[in-house]
């Protein structure tokens, strides 16, 4: 199965139980979803049937649990079935429920895993998208959590168990595919030590809570209706709970995930940092405008947000004019001050042929960009032929620029230019090129 493209599920399934801080019995079933809808839950129980974003924006609460709130809605313990969709591929879903609480089940996502099995898993057309950590990006606490993400080719979770008293100090580690998540993570049960059952009762939480969905932890004595289903079962929940708060950022990563004593608390803020720094990122790009279909005049500004050139190889100072589909005019006005005059030549300044070539080039990546699937890619050159500079470009000149379309197959495409100077024809060529995404 190739995950380079979105995924969602093939059909709905039903997955009824208990919850565990409520203890409210729950219907909770699995959607599919369109491309770019992310992870949603809705709660059907309630009047207008909201719905709820998994996004750590959403966050509230994280004591013992990820709790999303959206204004008095809320839903809780969501990490489990947001782990179980992240580690199976899942990116698109409509999560809906009864309740205000997923069903526990035996403390882990592996009824998840089931239920994404029943209902299938079906690949989308729209490409996923990955961020490569390139960077480090480390968080301390003062109780002792240390979370680090660090550049790596996989999504990789590292993970530190720490209990009290340094008690069931355990470690685990693996790259988190979905046969790895299947395999090493999804049957590790949640667990909570003794000492902090009866807090937790006075707080009204784990009301839904048993030997049969929860570990609990007394002294060095596991107390559980099970053995250990693995050695180190309970860092490998922590890995599974880290999976499911860090989805909250709303993007997958590339990176290794080094977490020592993690948390819900430490997780989500890992997550919101890890949103905030994507779309630092993602704020280098310069965003896609609306190029007119019709007649339309597009100023500095605006060729600034189509175009990636920059000053001194931005060749376009305005887009004048479109006709039809194929053809688009632009101006550049040559100036003393351009940078080349200086050594191009001194005494006797000259555009160079090839900058009006650039021109040309760049004016039709406008025209080219003006279609509604080429939005937001970039024009790569590959070729110019039949080039030819019939007068000299000097400064004070006001360079027309005019680009028409000859051919267009998939992402290259063949235009026809020529510079005009007092509508005199200065330079011509034939250009091909490729639209890339940026």
Known sequence: MSFAVQHSLAGSATLEGTSLHTGEKVSLVLNPAPEGYGLKFRRVDLPDQPFINADVEKVQTVERATTLAEGSVKVHTVEHVISALTGMGIDNALIEMNANEPPIGDGSSRPFVQLIKQAGIAAQTAPRKVWEIREPIHMETADGTILTIVPAKTFRVSVTNVGPDGRFTQYFSTEVTPASYEKEICAARTFVYYEDVKPLLDKGLIKGGSLESAIVIRGNEVMSKEALRFTNEFARHKALDLIGDLMLSGVRILGH?????????????????LKAEYAR???MVPAPITIPSGEGVLDINEVLKILPHRYPFLM??????????SKCIGVKN???????????????PIMPGVLQLEAMAQVSSVLMLRK??????????????????RRPVLPGDTLIIEADILKVRGSIGQTRCRCLVNGEIVSEAELKFALLDR
């Open 257 to 273: 995930v080094i977490a020592v004593k993690p948390g819900h608390g430490p997780n989500t803020k890992m997550a919101a940092t």
């Open 281 to 283: 990122m993602r704020s």
């Open 316 to 325: 376009v100072d305005r887009i004048i004019g479109f006709e039809s589909d």
């Open 334 to 348: 040559v100036t003393i001050n351009e940078p080349y005059f200086g050594g191009h030549f001194p005494g006797h």
């Open 372 to 389: 509604p699937e080429n939005t937001g890619k970039i024009g790569y050159f590959m070729s110019a032929d039949n080039v030819k500079w």
